[in-house]
């Protein structure tokens, strides 16, 4: 056994490498789910009987708004290894309203949706955008759970800048900034499709 994983520290940096080859192994299923929609979404669309409707303008509100939201984290994360408190905390509470925010932009472009007469019953096309991007707002809800837990932890805990709380802040970033471009591939994806 390696000299460097025999001490505390070593234990929790490996465990921590852990954690994140197994938030990449989950994440890599998530993209082969959403390959799995993108396929269906098109073969579908290929057999006919497909309603062709504008997307509603807030897909691209919530868009700018998650993709500030990565924005604010990132630097929320470095504020946080440069010992820069007040930022920090501030920077992460911004990322978590504006992470509600792209949810609730979510909501009102479904509800957009279903005033133009697109629901899940009609068409299959409408039905596939609810879908996707239903399971993609779900997605994103795991990440505020992941951001509550982290304002907990700023908030809580004595501010300390320690391998362990870079490294499960880290898996936070990684995971959001995944959902942001997940979001930005299925909205080009419907755009592109159209």
């Given at each position: 056994m390696d000299a460097s994983l025999s001490n505390n520290s070593g234990n929790a940096?490996?465990?921590?490498?852990?954690?994140?080859?197994?938030?990449?192994?989950?994440?890599?299923s998530i993209v082969m789910m959403f390959t799995a929609f993108s396929s269906a979404y098109i073969v579908r669309q290929s057999a006919g009987n497909w309603l062709e409707f504008p997307l509603p303008n807030l897909f691209y509100v919530s868009t700018a708004v998650i993709l500030l939201s990565s924005v604010t984290l990132h630097l929320a994360y470095n504020s946080f290894k440069n010992q820069r408190e007040s930022l920090y905390k501030s920077l992460l509470i911004v990322s978590f309203i504006l992470g509600i925010g792209f949810v609730i932009a979510q909501y009102y472009?479904?509800?957009?949706?279903?005033?133009?007469?697109?629901?899940?019953?009609?068409?299959?096309?409408?039905?596939?955008?609810?879908?996707?991007?239903?399971?993609?707002?779900?997605h994103v809800l795991g990440g505020i759970a992941t951001f509550i837990v982290a304002l907990i932890h700023a908030f809580s805990l004595p501010f300390r800048v320690t391998d362990k709380r870079k490294n499960r802040f880290q898996l936070v970033l990684i995971y959001w900034h995944f959902v942001d471009f997940l979001w930005i591939y299925l909205l080009l994806f419907f755009t592109l499709q159209r």
């Open positions: 940096l490996y465990k921590y490498n852990t954690n994140k080859f197994s938030l990449y192994i989950a994440l890599g472009a479904w509800m957009e949706m279903f005033a133009m007469g697109i629901d899940l019953k009609r068409n299959p096309s409408g039905a596939f955008v609810y879908v996707i991007s239903g399971a993609h707002a779900a």
